[in-house]
């Protein structure tokens, strides 16, 4: 399997390509790493260096690949953090380009816009385009909790409003929807939920909540939900693997306090994991 991944990068830690694109190799995926902006380390900290690039950057690259001859071979393309709105405009066009050489390919849309208790925190015109551009054109979103609810417009915080909101994002273009970091009301305050939307179908996975604050997290899930989902064509299945392997990788981080996900040193949970939740029936 060949994926095109489009996002952000970090010399130092583990948040977008630096999080997505060892997770897709560890299960074996060939990974094509196109970076949107390269920073010394995530925002977070508060201080970083480095630069965002431009929408001609990614074309370039992009005209590169191409010039391999290798478009064909390209079975999906993930993207995330865009960092501007030309540089979304040019991921956009980059699926157009895969899809025209291999019209199976799929398109998973992790829609970088903000989170709960930070609210929007992506530049100007960024979540707009998610929401007009980007997520009708994707096969797969993996929104978390806030980003769902911004998406589609309703404050979700019972089943009946989550089942609202994911048919919402549906009617926006996409077959499937991964939200992740859920917290309903009856979900209990020491759990976190994950859920998968597909063909009228809802499913769950309720995770213990660690105490551990990183980021890089859904960047991870995104890439190993897609890459389990193209492989298998299960939802549930690809929903079960993914929550595990992040839990353990989070697991490892949590109880080693460690500011940055060890994602290197807890590979094997990408692989194996060693707790395995299983995917139930949301109704």
């Excluded at 929807?177 to 597909?198: F, K, N």
Aim: aromatic residues 6%; hydrophobic residues 45%.
């Amino acid at each position: 399997m060949n994926v095109l991944s489009i996002q952000s990068h970090v010399a130092y830690g583990h948040v977008g390509n630096a999080s997505a694109t060892f997770a897709m190799q560890r299960l074996g995926v060939e990974v094509w790493p196109v970076h949107t902006v390269q920073f010394s380390n995530h925002t977070g900290y508060g201080d970083w260096t480095g630069r965002v690039f431009d929408g001609p950057f990614v074309d370039e690259l992009l005209d590169g690949i191409t010039a391999r001859g290798v478009l064909p071979s390209c079975n999906g393309v993930l993207s995330g953090y865009m960092g501007s709105a030309d540089v979304g405009s040019a991921i956009l066009a980059a699926v157009d380009r895969v899809r025209a050489a291999n019209p199976q390919a799929r398109y998973c849309c992790d829609p970088v816009i903000g989170d709960v208790g930070r609210g929007v925190f992506v530049r100007p015109g960024i979540p707009e385009l998610m929401r007009d551009q980007a997520v009708p054109r994707a096969d797969v979103v993996t929104p978390n909790h806030f980003e769902l609810d911004y998406l589609s417009g309703i404050e979700s915080r019972t089943r009946s409003a989550l089942a609202d909101a994911l048919a919402a994002v549906h009617a926006l273009g996409p077959s499937t929807i991964l939200a992740t970091s859920v917290h309903l009301e009856d979900t209990p305050p020491d759990a976190i939920d994950l859920v998968v939307s597909q063909d009228g179908a809802t499913w769950r996975v309720r995770t213990p909540k660690l105490d551990v604050s990183v980021n890089g997290a859904g960047d991870m899930i995104a890439a190993l939900f897609s890459v389990q989902l193209a492989r298998t064509g299960s939802p549930q299945e690809a929903l079960a693997h993914a929550a595990s392997a992040t839990y353990g990788v989070l697991k490892a981080t949590a109880d080693a306090g460690s500011r940055e996900i060890l994602l290197v040193a807890a590979q094997d949970q990408l692989v194996t994991p060693d707790r395995v939740f299983a995917a139930e029936p949301l109704t």
